[in-house]
């Protein structure tokens, strides 16, 4: 071989070794977990058209607003904005939705169905300073009866009415309920104007959330308590809970006491289902709800049941508790406008962002099959809206 | 008949015995080259790698290899015995059950004074994790962070009586702090802690954030208008933040994950409340750390880099940080001290603090930890 030969092998060599450890590296590089990728924006996601649902859905995907209708997604709200928790007004007239300053309040608003605000309907006091924050509030789950009566979750007042020192360590939620177009802020709530408490939240629990209304009046909601009982009077834990953990449960229509804690609503579940996030069919009939299991003796941190039950608003019965979803962490169900399937929320399979799924049939005794209708979303875990 | 050769036949024999000699051995030359060439191969794949790892590397140099220094305990608080010799016992063999305190704390001295290494807080979160690989088996047992004790330092020395998250304070914080609650914990629960696992507020976010965030299915609105607002470059440690986590499944990112896990004003269980939400985080967080993958690691590292000390060998973070691939969620025991039975609430000097019962909390602690 000629000296030249040699030369140009070798370099050849040279190069191909420097090849190599950067393909090692390059390979290495190569393995990230796709699992671990951001979530897409929703209006780049592709639906699939057997999973066309009828009828129109809106959600909440990382403080934005968005409507998907056939197989097409579309904003309503820009992404970061804090919006959540949106829901209908009756007879489909346009969304009501919240919207979150991170770390300080919340308010209400009213939107159209293209996603345009119409009307503010509480005012925070908005201090937004880290040294005046009790004057700051919080207002979720808004919920419209057929006869505009706008329920909310609210946590006014704050403190501790016996113990006024304790003010700024008890934030409770507590159910409200005014006329739709009532302007919500705090003078009025504390004179009272037009707006009332509907119920009081044990103390320290976190508060009552999720007010479902009835056709006939009266509403659903969801109690905390904890795993010792109401004020801790039980010697061991509730059947089914660990210490130190709260339980829910669905109760029918509190009956408040003047300002004091006054009686909880009849419980439609045991405290050992931990039953929450309750959604009613249109006729009321059927109630979907979700349930965390027990798991090696205590509620599951890991896993909530999509469960279904018959419903008797005159009696305040439930029937027994049927579990069609399992396995998953199952959340924020919402029934089709002919209350015959469900969508709900969930975790894609090898996934953490939650996604849309969707139940045929979740009223009917037959065995239903969930089928994932998104992905690579980030649904922030409140419940979507299904309109016609 | 002349055997003498003339000097040109001598010279063409002598050009031919090389020619065939080199015929006769072409392959040691060759051979060289070829293992040179494989060598050079194989370093330029190590350097690859190297690099690559460089960030995992430059952090584990960092974070690893604090030994444990913790000597002989003299007693145990309210037992009537001295005990033997608790020295730890580092297990052998990666199939056999270890104990890992695992402790998240502030590191930014935000109560620390100009000049001075007092003012170090507290942890806020001490977790006796005890993994048993051939049993498949994970338990989790949390100390609340008031549950009043002996404290002494990694050195044996006392500290005085203080609540227990306290240790790593009144040692100085930093390692000084982490030898001082390893051996607080050893000393007043009778227990071996074979490694330790420390993380910062930071680092905690940042690994969670790494991971995409956790998925947990929080048990109930967790509200508090008093939440330390002492990351995220506050300089006043007083200032605080409102939190609200609403109650159902919530996929959480770093930050979101930590106010869940520390805030403890508005919990009707107080800090047992917290200890309950922390267990919780750390198994959401093991199921999203289970699916990493090699090329993963640098990106972990790289979050965790100046927010984590470990002793942790390389044979058993593998078992750690998925806490044991092969262990089902449903195979970890949670196990936590409980109020009035355990612990009660009691003041002392003015200061809230919780109790112990030290006979019901070793009789636990026992079932689950081997006494020393």
Known sequence: MSRSRKLLTWVV???????????????????????????????????????????????????????????????????????????????????????????????????????????????????????????????????????????????????????????????????????????????????????????????????????????????????????????????????????????????????????????????????????????????????????????????????????????????????????????????????????TDLIYLAPEAGDSYFELWYVKGAATSLAPHAKQVTSDLDLDGSAPVWMR | MSLGRSPEASQRLRGSRRRRASRRHPRIPRLRGILLVLLGFILSGVGGAVSFFWPTIATAVGATGHTIQVTAPSAVPGS???????????????????????????????????????????????????????AGSVTMLSFPRDLYVPLYAGDGGSLGDAKVSEAFGEAGGGTDGIDAEIATVEKDFDVNVDHYVWIGLQGLINLIDEVGGVDIVASHPVMDDDYPYDVAGSTNPFAADRVAVLPGAQHMDGVEALEYVRSRHDDLSEDLGRTVRQQQVLVALRQKLSQLTIGDINNIASALSGQVLTDVPLTQFPLLLGLGKDIESGSIQHVFLTPDVDFSDSTVNGEDVEAPDMGAILSLVHQYFPAT
Request: hydrophobic share 35%; aromatic share 8%; proline share 7%.
């Open chain 2, 80 to 134: 009537p015995t001295a005990l033997p010799s608790a020295t730890p016992t580092l297990s052998s063999g990666a199939e056999a059950p270890f104990t890992v305190l695992l402790l998240g704390s502030d590191n930014d001295g935000k109560f620390t004074t100009a000049g001075s290494t007092s003012g170090f807080c507290c942890t806020q979160s001490m977790i006796l994790v005890r993994v048993d690989p051939s």
């Open chain 1, 13 to 339: 060599l040279l190069a191909l070794m420097a090849a190599f450890g950067v393909g090692v590296n390059r390979f290495l590089a190569s393995h990230d977990v796709a699992a671990f990728a951001a979530a897409s924006d929703p209006t780049q996601v592709h639906v699939a058209s057997q999973l066309s649902l009828p009828g129109t859905v809106y959600f909440a995907d990382g403080g934005g607003l968005y409507s998907l209708t056939g197989t097409d997604i579309s904003q309503l709200q820009k992404r970061g904005q804090g919006w959540t928790q949106p829901v209908l007004l009756p007879g489909g007239a346009g969304l009501l939705a919240v919207k979150v300053t991170a770390n300080y309040y919340s308010d209400l608003y009213e939107l159209s169905l293209t996603g345009a605000v119409e009307a503010q309907l509480s005012h925070d006091s908005g201090q937004v300073t880290a040294t005046a924050l009790g004057n700051d509030d919080w207002i979720y789950y808004p919920a419209v009866g057929p006869d505009n009566t706008l329920y909310f979750s609210y946590d006014y007042p704050k403190g501790n009415v016996d113990d006024p020192a304790e003010c700024c360590y008890q934030v409770d939620l507590s159910i409200w309920e005014t006329t739709l177009g009532t302007t919500i802020n705090r003078s009025a709530v504390v004179h009272s104007a037009g707006i009332s408490q509907e119920s009081w939240a044990n103390y320290y629990t976190g508060g009552d959330v999720s007010p479902v209304p009835l056709n006939d009046g009266g509403f659903l909601y969801v109690d905390y308590e904890d795993a010792y009982g109401d004020t801790g009077q039980l010697s061991t834990p509730l059947a089914g809970a660990v210490a130190g953990s709260e339980v829910s449960q669905v109760r029918l229509d509190p009956k408040p006491l003047y300002n004091s804690a006054g009686s909880d609503g009849a419980a439609l579940t045991q405290p050992q289902d931990d039953c929450a996030q309750p959604a009613l069919n249109p006729d009321q009939t059927e109630i979907a709800m979700i349930c965390t299991p027990i798991v090696n003796g205590a509620p599951s941190s890991t896993e909530s049941d999509l469960v279904v039950a018959s419903f008797d608003a005159a009696t305040g019965t439930l029937g027994p508790l049927d579990r069609i979803v399992t396995g998953t962490m199952a959340a924020s169900p919402a029934w089709s406008p002919d209350g």
